[in-house]
């Protein structure tokens, strides 16, 4: 790979200054100054993201996670607001206590994963994949499976889906729209749907401070 002449300070988490030297962007970002750039750009992407998550204020009001709902539940939201508009907003108030609860059981896999980086997937990163689709190659699924059970936790103890069958009752929304005759929200599938959206939606924090942040700690490895 063509060689460039690489002559920047690059601030790493707490202030720490590594200057580079001229090196071939491949050999550079594979070496462990590379290795430890990324990871330390990821980890301060999750602290982003879980301190968002704790604070049910800054969830509620993150359009990164409102993105991220799944299109069944947003769905399901559209025809709760027609029938019983101040329900969505309970819903959504219970899902951001849930977020706060899962927080101390996401964290760890996703470190653990950043810390499994290893320089085939920087090398990835410098050809083009962000930094978070790796981590969400690596770990998506695990958290969704992880955190389930306590959002599923969390929504029963707050009785929500009783309630929202409830106000759904007489409906054949339902079953159109979660296939088969039922015309109730299965506590389950509730609780998966919002684990996606959680799942999702900590990905686009993310992403989104690695986009941030990208130009200043990985334009020196041509990124």
Known sequence: MKK???AAALAIGTGAVIT???QSCTTLATSDMGLSIIKRMLLNG???GMGIYTNKEAFLQNNMVDKALPKELREINSLLEKI???L????RDYIAQAAAYTVNTSRPILQGAVNSLNAQDVTRIIQGTTATQILKEKTSQQLIAAIAPKVD???NE???VKTINTALSGSNF???LLGGNTNTVNSGGLSKLASEQLVSGLFNIIEDYEHQNSKSLLGPFGK
């Open 174 to 176: 339902l079953g159109s």
């Open 4 to 6: 460039y002449i690489i």
């Open 153 to 155: 936790e969390k929504l």
């Open 158 to 160: 707050y009785g929500i």
């Open 88 to 91: 969505v907003a309970k819903e």
């Open 46 to 48: 999750i602290d982003k």
């Open 20 to 22: 580079t030297t001229v």
């Open 84 to 86: 019983a508009p101040s």
